[in-house]
Nanobody, 123 residues
Framework: QVQLAESGGGLVQAGGSLRLSCAASGLTFRSYAMGWFRQAPGKERDFVAA????????YYAGSVKGRFTISRDNAKATVYLQMNSLKPEDTAVYYCAASLSYFGARSSGYDYWGQGTQVTVSS
């Protein structure tokens, strides 16, 4: 079955960096657009970034543009989220998601989801 496994979360001070990874299995990875979403306590799940099937197209939420970079390695079936200049408001559980036919910010457009990894940014 399809599995998306996030890793790389943790506790970091404001201004620091983290790199999240999401390893996919059970699907033809290069056929899926990939996205990162996040959910803070008591809030809805929000879009963070997406990368297209070849990796050439990327799309970011305004709140992270210029600080976060999404990339993918189709040979390793892995998508990454490099997070720099982290802020306390970036604290959330981060989820990766895969979509066979959609590229964008709507969570409903994604077919598969990982279990999430916690990112905590201290001030």
């Amino acid at each position: 079955q399809v599995q998306l496994a996030e890793s790389g979360g943790g506790l970091v001070q404001a201004g620091g960096s983290l790199r999240l990874s999401c390893a996919a299995s059970g699907l033809t990875f290069r056929s899926y657009a990939m996205g990162w979403f996040r959910q803070a306590p008591g809030k809805e799940r929000d879009f963070v970034a997406a990368v297209g099937w070849s990796g050439d197209n990327t799309y970011y939420a305004g709140s992270v543009k210029g600080r976060f970079t999404i990339s993918r390695d189709n040979a390793k079936a892995t998508v990454y989220l490099q997070m720099n200049s982290l802020k306390p408001e970036d604290t959330a559980v981060y989820y990766c998601a895969a979509s066979l036919s959609y590229f964008g910010a709507r969570s409903s457009g994604y077919d598969y989801w990982g279990q999430g990894t916690q990112v905590t940014v201290s001030s």
